[in-house]
């Protein structure tokens, strides 16, 4: 046993050299791709039952089985990314993930938990005949300095690239521009939550019959917010409080936070605030003339507006007025701070080389100017590539802005906030368990909303209990926080767990024999 042992030490040493030395698991780049070879992928991502971006997608497919004949992709189409995130964890169990993947850096962390599920792409980017602006590429691949390094940046957990951007957004406030001055205010170039919550509340003022003097309707929500979410991680962001460590360290419940939470309490309790979760989509609200500040993605602004082509009220219901689209509210209005959200693509390692080689150009293929082009202009999202953003077609796009439908104002005017503010964007810090710390900074603002329409008290110790119970709700004190770069169990190879079993064995067979030996001698004196 003792000689087995050496052996496996040996072999052992070996496996570990080898992993840190070339990243054991990562598929590598054949040297070249097998168009002979029959290959068939399977793609997932997530539409809102867009019919122009589901033609995206499928005109994308068409072309690029066009250009790689022997390549068959097949779509599936989710209805939101929590879906795909739930199906890609059941999947990985069972060593059937899809090839191409839409989803968030948040997800891909807790994908990453399996080892060597996701495709490390360092490696894949830089190769000069399939990489990025590869020569062996068949069409017109972006270059890596041609893509927003804002945005590429997102794309790196742990030191290293795991996905490549696809469409980026962030969050517009969508103003009733009208009834602001009706109430005696100016719209500033950039609003702060002062200046939102003093005219929140300004226009709960009511007529003698109960209705709002503003809209002289029996409804009206003055301020809305889509994403709890993100309206806790960007307050906190612009207070420079803090939030979360990369390494997975929860610092969201802090005092800056409770200063928050009571301020919300307040104007929620005043009904001059309000969130999806309670009272439903803010678009609507805004449309119908009964809320003045709606903030909401900037990829949802075809819905935003009296004049916006997705309407989901009824025309009747419908209120004229001027909508502006301007930055979220700001604590520091000279330091403008908004998140920058939106989906990533990963590519899941398989057997098959030429499998990951072929999933890996269909990813270069959807961030090509013209599948970039065709997905951005169906709602208001930025393309990801400073190539599609400069080009002839992008700028004749933009400057059709209110020419129809296709070119709605808000729409592109959307699209602009971004690509004025991408500077000014975060993201948060990405680890195994971001996701649900996420959720848990949304819930904060949700609970206390809710606390204050029920009028329960505020305090230190519902602040205390309320920080306990969306700890235990989100089981954030689950979260490994990670010292340095740690390997689990789970990662090491198979000798170094025959290793660690073997040797336990060896020191036990050896007390047991001097045990043994050591009673034997007694008997025989």
Known sequence: MLVISLILLSGCHGRLESREATGAGNAKIPEPFDDSKPIELVFWAKNDTNKVQTAVYTNAIKEFEEMYPNVKINLRLYADYGRIFADVITNIATKTTPNVCITYPDHIATYMTGQDVVLQMDDWMKDSRYGLGGSEVRFDSPKQEEIVPEFLAECVLEDHYYAMPYMRSTEALYVNEDMVKKLGYELPEVVTWDFVWEVSEKAMEKNEDGTFKINGQKVMIPFIYKSTD?????????????????????????DTTKGLLEEIYKHAKSRAFSTFAISSYPGNFLNAGQCIFAIDSTAGATWMGSEAPMLD??????????????????FKPEEPKMISQGPSICIFNKDDPQEVLASWLFTQYLISNKVQLGYAETEGYL??????????????????????????SVKIEASELLQKYTSDTFVTPVFNGSNSLRSAAGQLIESTAKSARRKEKMSDAYIEKLYADVTSLFQLDQIEVKAGKKVSFGELPSESKTLLIVIPCIWILIGLYAFLTKRKNRKKT
């Open 313 to 330: 009220i009824h025309e009747e219901q419908v209120v004229p007025f001027n909508i502006r689209v301007m930055p979220i509210p700001q």
């Open 383 to 408: 393309p990801v590539t400073l190539k599609a953003q400069q080009s002839a077609e992008y700028r004749d796009y933009l400057s059709r802005k209110g020419e129809d439908d296709d070119h709605y």
């Open 230 to 254: 993100n309206m806790m991680i960007t307050m906190l962001k612009q207070l420079d409080a803090p939030y979360s460590t990369a390494e997975g360290e929860v610092l969201l419940f802090n």
